[in-house]
């Protein structure tokens, strides 16, 4: 199986802050990844898919990129709304894996 | 307007065979490139990929659960259907569906999710 690796599993920022979350796979998943948020007790949004597109209706404040092993996620002006836990997904190959998660606070 | 909704059993007992169901609008499982989902997430951990069914009705499961896990789809129902064997209070999770967009060959992204249904296994 493919392990995805987040980092850090947390972080304390801003409001207006920029901040980047990175996730490594174990081995190439060429640009196959996405990130999705999740609010407490709420379904995951799916944010980024194909490591850099971005999902419609997200706001243009999130970006992805990366490709092979290792990718980003970057969220330029951090908004109230945006503290969550985000986590990447590789669907390379089966079976479909997702990273432990980022657990985003406010500081 | 593409929706999912999870249903089946709050509470099982250890050892019983789990069967959830997703029932879901907006698009057709007969479709190809289109497939469901089953994602899971116990308390307090990270989610975990269970199973897919595309739209020509191939089936793909995770590695360690393969062998008590059974995902179907019912075309004229909207619905897919999962079912868990020997249920066990580390089974204890919330369930959740959703589609996968455009199906490569190593499964797609998941959008939108289902709400998710919680179920506990305690006897």
């Known amino acids: 199986d493919i392990q995805m690796t987040q980092s850090p599993s947390s972080l304390s920022a801003s409001v207006g802050d920029t901040v980047t979350i990175t996730c490594r796979a174990s081995q190439t998943i060429m640009f196959w990844l996405a990130w999705y948020q999740q609010k407490s007790d709420k379904a995951p949004k799916s944010l980024i898919y194909e490591a850099s597109s971005l999902q419609s209706g997200v706001p243009s404040r999130f970006s992805g990129s990366g490709s092979g092993r290792d990718f980003t996620l970057t969220i330029s002006g951090l908004q109230p709304e945006d503290f969550a836990t985000y986590y990447c997904q590789q669907y390379n190959s089966y079976p479909i894996t997702f990273g432990q998660g980022t657990r985003l606070e406010i500081k | 307007q593409v929706t999912l909704r999870e249903s089946g059993p709050a509470l099982v007992r250890p050892t019983e065979t789990l069967t959830l169901t997703c029932t879901f609008s907006g698009f057709s499982l007969s479709s190809s490139g289109l497939s469901v989902n089953w994602i899971r997430q116990r308390p307090g951990k990270a989610l975990e990929w269970l199973a897919l069914?595309?739209?020509?009705?191939?089936?793909f499961y995770a590695r360690g659960l393969r062998t008590r896990l059974t995902i179907s789809r019912d075309t004229s129902k909207n619905q897919a259907v999962l079912t868990m064997t020997n249920m066990d209070p580390m089974d204890t999770a919330t369930y959740y569906c959703?589609?996968?967009?455009?199906?490569?060959?190593?499964?797609?992204?998941?959008?939108?999710w289902g709400q998710g249904t919680r179920v506990t296994v305690s006897s």
């Open positions: 069914v595309d739209g020509i009705g191939d089936k």
């Open positions: 959703a589609r996968t967009p455009v199906t490569g060959n190593g499964g797609g992204w998941f959008d939108p």
